[in-house]
C-alpha cells in the first residue's frame, strides 16, 4: 500500500477464546487485541485515551471495554467513548484471519 500501512500478524487466532483479549506489540505499537463472544475480532491502542492504564487490564463486555482505572468505557467497533470520564475516542485498526493467523492493519 502506497500510504505506508500494512497487515501485520500479531497472533494465532486458536491462543485467544471468544470473549477473551490479550496485549500484543507489533510495528511500535503496543495493541490489545480482542476476541469478542460474536466470533468478531478488533484490535485498539492498549493505553486509554483518558489517562495511563492498560485496556486489557480492564473488563471486556460484548463489544465494550471498560478501562480498570477509571471505568471508562468504549464500544470497539467503533472506537467512540461512552461518556465521561473519556474524552477522545480510542483509535482502533482493521483485523482479518488468514488461517490461524490475526492480521492487524498499521
Ligand atoms: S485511565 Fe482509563 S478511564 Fe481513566
Not at 25 to 30: L, P, T
Not at 34 to 46: F, I, K, Q, R, V
Not at 83 to 94: K, R, S
Request: hydrophobic fraction near 40%; charge should be negative.
Amino acid at each position: 500500500m502506497d500510504d505506508g500501512e500494512r497487515w501485520v500478524r500479531v497472533a494465532s487466532a486458536g491462543d485467544i477464546g471468544p470473549g477473551d483479549m490479550t496485549p500484543v506489540e507489533a510495528a511500535g505499537h503496543s495493541l490489545a487485541l480482542y476476541h469478542l463472544s460474536d466470533g468478531t475480532w478488533h484490535a485498539s491502542d492498549n493505553t486509554c485515551s483518558h489517562a495511563y492504564a492498560l485496556l486489557t487490564d480492564g473488563w471486556l463486555e460484548g463489544h465494550i471495554i471498560e478501562c480498570p482505572l477509571h471505568g471508562g468505557r468504549f464500544d470497539l467497533r467503533s472506537g467512540a467513548g461512552q461518556g465521561a470520564p473519556i474524552e477522545a475516542d480510542l483509535t482502533i485498526y482493521p483485523v482479518r484471519l488468514d488461517g490461524d493467523d490475526v492480521l492487524v492493519l498499521l
